[in-house]
């Protein structure tokens, strides 16, 4: 039985663990945390997941050789901020390098400014070894749908037609649906950037706003993200696709979207840090909000919702007053 090894024991990858499980692979899921891999192993059961029993079949460890001994796939799903000291600490193991690594978390480095594919090949290099092959999944993927096998739709994306498939091939017949995508990195960028564009929807419905103001911003900010990709060489038809506009509509709307929600708590008046710690999970769109920032300044681009955002969340400032002073902003076109 070929063998997948999903790195991060949250939601998401407790929801890829068991659909990869029940599609007939040998699952071992890694977490950081012994006692975290011991109550999941012993329970069946994911805080955040309620009601979803996790398969007696997939292993639960906290040894990463024990993790990766065997497997053809490591698909890694541990928060952004984590990936580099995760991989890093695998690369310790020689067959860690030999699997196909799959990157489902969405981020881009904060000082490095690298996509999280990027990271991982990095983290081996900088050990001194050879670099993993990596392929990104994203798309409109909530954890907590995909773990009650609701229809859910992916890309698959690299450069590399024939690996891409090979990866599009592990999900075939489960409740995802796999599409590939040669544009790597700009899947990533719009998996990371649609995060901090969803907490800036949310803001403007915790300030009381509605659907037009919320339809607006989903366009505005799509369109923000697609200027940045196309300076960044990705291509156009990426950002009107699964992993672009489709992953920015879910997160901006869903009542299970962590930077929907703190966005909303922040435009009721909470603190970013009181919202985050009433949301209780990662929330990508503050880690990814120092790197969006920096790529605007890289690439000399206008981004108005998520300067705002960053007005906000790191800079204190008022939502009430940025939003006017975005309706104020110097009248163009319409430019998509």
Request: net charge negative; proline share 4%; hydrophobic share 45%.
């Amino acid at each position: 039985m070929r063998k997948i090894t999903v790195l991060g024991s949250g939601t998401w990858g407790i929801a890829l663990a068991r659909v990869l499980c029940l599609n007939g692979f040998r699952v071992t899921a890694w977490s950081k945390f012994p006692e975290e891999a011991a109550a999941l192993d012993r329970t069946r059961e994911a805080p955040n997941l309620p009601g979803i029993r996790i398969p007696d079949e997939i292993r639960f460890t906290a040894d990463p050789g024990e993790a990766v001994s065997g497997a053809e796939f490591i698909l890694n799903a541990v928060p952004s901020i984590f990936v580099r000291d995760t991989a890093a600490a695998f690369s310790a193991f020689p067959e860690a390098g030999k699997a196909i690594w799959i990157n489902a978390s969405k981020g881009i480095e904060k000082d490095s400014l690298m996509t999280l594919t990027d990271v991982i090949e990095d983290a081996f290099a900088k050990n001194g070894l050879e670099k993993p092959y990596t392929v990104a999944i994203s798309g409109p993927t909530h954890a907590e749908e995909v773990a009650r096998d609701m229809p859910t739709l992916i890309v698959v994306a690299d450069g590399d037609t024939a690996r891409a498939e090979k990866v599009q091939k592990i999900f075939e017949g489960t409740c995802i649906r796999p599409y590939t995508n040669a544009d790597k990195t700009g899947v990533q960028i719009c998996g990371a950037l649609k995060n901090v564009e969803a907490l800036a929807v949310g803001i403007a419905k915790g300030l009381g706003y509605g659907d037009n103001t919320r339809a607006a911003m989903i366009t505005r900010g799509m369109e923000e993200i697609r200027r940045l990709g196309l300076a960044m060489g990705c291509s156009e038809r990426t950002f009107f696709g699964l992993a672009g506009i489709g992953d920015l509509i879910v997160t901006a709307t869903s009542s299970h979207s962590r930077n929907n929600r703190a966005g909303i708590l922040i435009g009721q008046g909470k603190t970013p840090r009181e919202a985050l710690d009433e949301v209780g999970m990662v929330v990508e769109g503050v880690n990814a909000l120092p790197a969006a920032i920096s790529l605007c300044e890289k690439y000399g681009m206008d981004m108005p919702l998520i300067q705002a955002v960053r007005d906000v969340v790191q800079n204190g400032a008022d939502p009430k007053e940025i939003v006017m002073d975005l309706m104020n902003r110097k009248l163009k076109q319409e430019t998509i």
